[in-house]
C-alpha cells in the first residue's frame, strides 16, 4: 500500500500490522511455512482463518504441538485461487467506481464553491 492509503487501513483497522514489503518480495514471501518446525510448502488454505497453511498445520503430529488448524475448513489452494481472484477483481472494480463517485462529488463541490463565491461578489456590488 502508499503511505496515503496504509494510513487510511490503519485508521480503519487499528489492530492490522500491515507488512511493509521490499522490492523483492521473494525474500519474504517463499511458498514454505514459517512456522516453527514446519518445512512444508504453503498448498493448503484455511478459510476459517483466512491464511495459507502447509501439511503440518493441518495435521496432529504426536508430541510435537503442531496442527493448529486440525478443526478448520480447508481447502488445496489451487480451489480458493480462483475465487480470491474474483473477489479482488470485483473489490478492484468497486474501489474504482468508488474514486469516480468520489470525483464527481469533488468536481460538483468546486462548482457549489465557485458559485458561492460569484454570489457573494454580486451581493457586494449590490450593497
Do not use: W
Not at 24 to 41: A, L, P, Q, S, W
Not at 93 to 115: A, C, G, H, R, V
Request: aromatic residues 8%; proline residues 2%.
Amino acid at each position: 500500500m502508499c503511505n496515503k492509503c496504509e494510513n487510511f487501513h490503519t485508521e480503519l483497522f487499528p489492530n492490522h500490522h500491515p507488512r511493509k514489503l521490499d522490492k523483492n518480495i521473494d525474500k519474504i514471501f517463499t511458498g514454505f511455512c514459517t512456522e516453527k518446525d514446519h518445512v512444508d510448502k504453503l498448498d493448503y488454505f484455511c478459510i476459517t482463518h483466512n491464511q495459507l497453511c502447509c501439511a503440518s498445520c493441518i495435521t496432529k503430529i504426536k508430541g510435537r504441538g503442531n496442527g493448529q488448524h486440525t478443526d478448520c475448513d480447508i481447502c488445496h489452494i489451487d480451489d480458493i485461487k480462483k475465487s480470491k481472484k474474483d473477489k479482488l477483481k470485483e473489490n478492484i472494480k468497486y474501489l474504482e467506481d468508488l474514486s469516480n463517485t468520489f470525483q464527481q462529488s469533488i468536481n460538483e463541490l468546486k462548482q457549489l464553491y465557485e458559485k458561492i463565491n460569484n454570489n457573494k461578489e454580486e451581493l457586494k456590488l449590490n450593497i
